[in-house]
């Protein structure tokens, strides 16, 4: 276990582990009210994927090739993101004003 | 704290705010603000990756972010609620295409340069190569299968299921073919031909995956490939070694997972079912057998609904995804509002996958403002269709097909329905005399005391607001 690579890919393995168990229970007592919004939002989350965009285009230097799909993977991550977030918000905004007018009768 | 372990602790905080995001999500109260906060980490991430070591081309990387934001902004802001669906659907093939291209990308990173890269036809890769390859797989399948996704829900393709001979034949070839590719791919001397025709394999066998399903289970399609495009997000995190996009992508695969699981069990159908396909083929006997008996529909003027409503002491209003395309939510609203003012109890029976996605009719009719109470789900309102007098069924069909329950030869016997034919009266609005969705026989609408309002939604409900409102 001295090769630092290899605890390090040890490490993503747990935590791969864990963060499947951790979308399984939270999500896990969603209504169904909900689930749009949900699917939406966690569409939204997998828009992380723009981080890598980003990385891939930070560090391209002069590879043209690099740059390219860095340049296209960035675009459609920023609108992935940006889509998916607006897009809950969009769908959320008209629950919003349910529950605070009737809050108390909700189950 | 020196500059480097500012990405990583601004990783870590955004790791828990899509976590807590998630949770918040699940709960109607909290849900807006979990979108917030999960919005609120991806800013954090994004910041804390411009501060990362060796970072440069700060230029292009804002021009692509602006070039990003732009459209994402205007079309989630523009798009009507009935077609959230697919819009859904459209950004989450972008975020397969941006896994696919990162993961291209970094396997391509093995070599220094583009140019010694084309000079000695190499593509020796470090690291493991196995997360690049199936990002690059998984990517693309939930890129282009999204589209086609898009493209059926909004009807820029048949919503039928397409079909052609030997199917899965095909597809499993396909699929052999993309392993052997990435095998060849691990050989230097043809690496980069190898991963061409790997990705373009890939993009083909989403197409060809997502075409032969038909538009009713798109909800579960979409599912499916929200939790591939997590997935392929978080194999994109291992190969860079990045935390945050692993703990996020697998979030949301786990996640999604979990929701197709829900959403088909709501639809009593198998994944295996939904994804191989086998609806549409279903035996013509079970038709045959639904409209046996009394073959004829019986049709009433919405002068007659409107006086068979406004004179009973329970609706209960079963709303399908007719009334969302005719766009009638409004109208419903208000003819449940006059309804109610003549001292009749309304009530929404919401099918779990009413609409297009589960959930989806909640925040359409929620968009014209009924009040939330009175939306209930299927556990809720079943028991009380026996009390009903008249069960209101717009452009609904499948969810409340008796066939359902009673006929084992019904591609979809077992699953569980709205019980509106135990009410004392039935009244369909439709727009015509066709099968539903699912292409199958509703023999409730051959029921004798079911009554058909044929026509447009919108214009059906206009109909009978005013009738109502004469009595």
């Excluded at chain 2, 696919?100 to 890269?117: H, N, T, Y």
């Excluded at chain 2, 020796?124 to 059926?152: D, R």
């Excluded at chain 2, 997972?257 to 639809?267: F, P």
Aim: proline content about 5%; aromatic content about 6%.
């Amino acid at each position: 276990m001295e090769n630092p690579l290899l605890i390090g890919t040890l490490a993503m393995i747990y935590i791969f582990v864990l963060a499947i168990f951790t979308g399984v229970e939270v999500i896990s007592r969603v209504p169904t009210v909900l689930h749009t919004p949900l699917m939406s939002g966690a569409n939204a989350i997998h828009g992380i994927v723009l981080i890598g965009g980003v990385i891939l285009l930070g560090t391209a230097e002069d590879n043209m090739v690099l740059l390219v799909l860095g340049f296209i993977a960035v675009v459609f991550g920023t609108l992935n993101v940006v889509g998916g977030f607006v897009v809950t918000d969009r769908m959320l905004e008209m629950f919003k004003a349910k529950t605070t007018d009737k809050t108390g009768q909700d189950k | 704290m020196n500059l480097q372990t500012v990405p990583a602790v601004a990783y870590l905080i955004a790791s828990l705010c899509f976590i807590f995001g998630l949770k918040r999500l699940s709960s109607p109260r909290t849900a807006r603000s979990g979108n917030m906060i999960a919005g609120f980490g991806m800013a954090l991430a994004l910041l804390g990756t411009f501060l990362l070591p060796g970072m440069g081309h700060f230029c292009p990387i804002i021009i692509a972010i602006a070039i990003g934001t732009i459209p994402g902004w205007l079309l989630a802001k523009r798009v009507k609620m009935t077609a959230m669906p697919q819009m859904v659907s459209l950004f989450n093939g972008m975020g397969g295409a941006c896994a696919m291209f990162i993961s291209l990308g970094e396997w391509l990173k093995a070599s220094p340069s583009a140019a010694e890269w084309i000079k000695s036809a190499l593509g020796v890769q470090e690291g493991p190569a196995l997360p690049k390859l199936l990002g690059i797989i998984l990517g693309s399948i939930s890129f282009t299968g999204s589209l086609v996704a898009f493209g059926k829900l909004q009807g820029l393709i048949t919503e039928k299921p397409v079909r052609w001979p030997m199917q899965k034949t095909i597809n499993a070839v396909l699929l052999l073919a993309i392993l052997a590719a990435a095998c060849g791919s691990a050989n230097p001397s043809h690496g980069l031909p190898c991963i061409i025709v790997l990705t373009i394999l890939a993009l083909l066998l989403g197409v060809l995956q997502v075409l032969p399903i038909g538009g009713a289970d798109m909800p579960v399609v979409i599912s499916v490939l929200n939790s591939c495009t997590g997935l392929a997000a978080a194999l994109t995190g291992f190969a860079m070694r990045n935390m945050s996009m692993i703990i996020a992508g697998t979030l949301v695969g786990a996640a999604g997972s979990l929701l197709t699981v829900l959403m088909c069990k709501a639809m009593n159908r198998s994944l295996a079912k939904v994804v191989f396909g086998s609806f549409g083929l279903a035996p013509k006997g079970a038709a045959a057998a639904a409209g046996q008996g009394d073959q004829t529909m019986r049709e009433i003027a919405a002068s007659e609904c409107a006086i068979m409503m406004g004179y009973a002491r329970k609706v209960i209003i079963i709303p399908g995804y007719g009334l969302a395309v005719a766009q009638g939510q409004h109208l419903v609203h208000e003819l449940e509002q006059m309804l109610e003012k003549r001292g009749v109890e309304v009530k929404y029976a919401i099918h779990p996958v009413a609409g297009r996605m589960p959930g989806h009719m909640n925040v359409l009719l929620a968009e014209a403002d009924v009040p939330y109470p009175k939306l209930l789900d299927m556990e809720e309102i079943n028991p009380e269709f026996e009390q009903a007098d008249v069960s209101l069924i717009i452009g609904a069909n499948d969810v409340v097909n008796p066939a359902a329950r009673t006929d084992a030869g019904s591609p979809i016997y077992g699953m569980p329905i709205l019980n509106a034919d135990k009410a004392k009266n039935v009244i369909v609005i439709k727009r015509g005399r066709g099968a539903g969705f699912a292409g199958i026989e509703n023999a409730l609408f051959y029921q004798t005391k079911t009554r058909m309002l044929f026509g447009d939604a919108k214009k059906a409900l206009q109909e009978l607001i005013t009738e109502v409102r004469g009595l």
